[in-house]
């Protein structure tokens, strides 16, 4: 299984970006999805949760500001990131929760990480 994550770049403060997320390979179900975020010095911290029930979950500090969906069809997830502000500078990460031929209960799969800056 592969994730492929795209959409990071700079943005001025009040900006919005999108990121997505594409899982590719054998996958047999996906269970949930999410979107984790890290700058230097710190610990990597959940930022967005979704399932593919319909179901999301978001950090206080991005609530009313990103949403995160999901495409089934097309095993992607988005995290649209709007009133973007400074403190939102880090490396975007979406992490899959994937059932696969050699892990038929499921394993955690990671993108490799987008850089999003905000700044004027």
């Known amino acids: 299984v592969q994730l492929q994550a795209s959409g990071g770049g700079l943005a001025q403060p009040g900006g919005s970006l999108r990121l997505s997320c594409a899982a590719s390979g054998t996958i047999l179900r996906i269970y949930n999805m999410g979107w984790y975020r890290q700058v230097p010095g710190k610990e990597r911290e959940s930022v967005a949760a979704?399932?593919?029930?319909?179901?999301?979950t978001y950090a206080d500090f991005v609530k009313g500001r990103f949403t995160a969906s999901i495409d089934n069809g097309n095993n992607t997830v988005y995290l649209q990131m709007n009133s973007l502000k400074p403190e939102d500078t880090a490396v975007y990460y979406c992490t899959f929760h994937i059932a696969t031929p050699t892990y038929p209960y499921g394993s955690v799969y990671w993108g490799k990480g987008t850089q999003v800056t905000v700044s004027s």
């Open positions: 979704a399932t593919t029930g319909g179901g999301t």
